[in-house]
């Protein structure tokens, strides 16, 4: 597969377990964050976001916390599975041109053991 | 409905060549973005369109560019190639009513190598 990185931050979990991914990111002015999921030979894939004016948000299994005081993101995954799996990607956005300028973090691997 | 398509999948090419690579985004969406992907830097922003404009544009030399299609439909080009462009080059797509905030779906990437 697609080799996203080498030398990344590795986190090992048992299956069943809950996960948690940290990021931290260098631009107070960033107002939207975003997880994203990369499988070894694909494109990423988004998980879940969320904007500056939350410090909370949940999805299905995953909810995102966010710290603005320290700059701090983190993906919390519930009841990991081996299909978790995965590289996974923060990126924090700027405001600009009507859209967004993003930034992404160099990601971490997931390593869920059944 | 089809996924971003991006041709063509594997690319080699050689120093001071130019290459052009082509996404199709998934249909109705107005927002293509491009991102380069390397070992040694992660995940990098190229640049954006929306409805055929350049909206943003990232952190690279003038021999990256781009355009959009009326049918959003978008090609980069990577003019005078160097061996540090070899990377990965993923394309992404979204509904984007304007605000810039909504999900993109990602295709799975042209994998350029320069010699």
């Known amino acids: 597969g697609e080799s996203v990185g080498l030398h990344l931050p590795t986190l090992s979990v048992q299956e069943g377990d809950n996960s948690i991914i940290n990021c931290a990111y260098s631009n107070s002015a960033s107002d939207y964050f975003i997880w994203y999921k990369q499988e070894s030979g694909k494109g990423p894939q988004f998980i879940i976001d969320i904007r500056s004016n939350m410090d909370k948000r949940q999805g299905q299994r995953v909810t995102v916390l966010l710290n603005k005081t320290v700059k701090h993101l983190s993906l919390q995954i519930a009841a990991t599975q081996p299909g978790d799996s995965a590289v996974y990607f923060c990126?924090?956005?700027?405001?600009?041109?009507?859209?967004?300028?993003?930034?992404f973090g160099r990601g971490t691997s997931l390593i869920v053991h059944p | 409905k089809a996924g971003v398509t991006q041709t063509p999948r594997y690319l080699i090419k050689t120093r001071g060549q130019q290459v052009t690579l082509s996404c199709s985004p998934i249909s109705g969406h107005r927002s293509v973005s491009w991102y380069q992907q390397t070992p040694g830097q992660g995940l990098q922003f190229l640049f954006e369109y929306f409805s055929e404009t350049q909206r943003n544009k990232g952190n690279f030399p003038g021999r990256f560019s781009g355009r959009q299609f009326s049918n959003s439909r978008s090609e980069m080009n990577v003019s005078t190639l160097e061996l540090g462009d070899s990377a990965l080059y993923l394309c992404?797509?979204?509904?984007?009513?304007?605000?810039?905030?909504?999900?993109?779906?990602f295709g799975p990437g042209t994998r350029l190598t320069v010699t």
């Open positions: 992404a797509s979204s509904s984007d009513p304007g605000t810039g905030m909504s999900e993109q779906y």
């Open positions: 990126a924090e956005n700027i405001r600009s041109g009507g859209s967004y300028i993003p930034t």
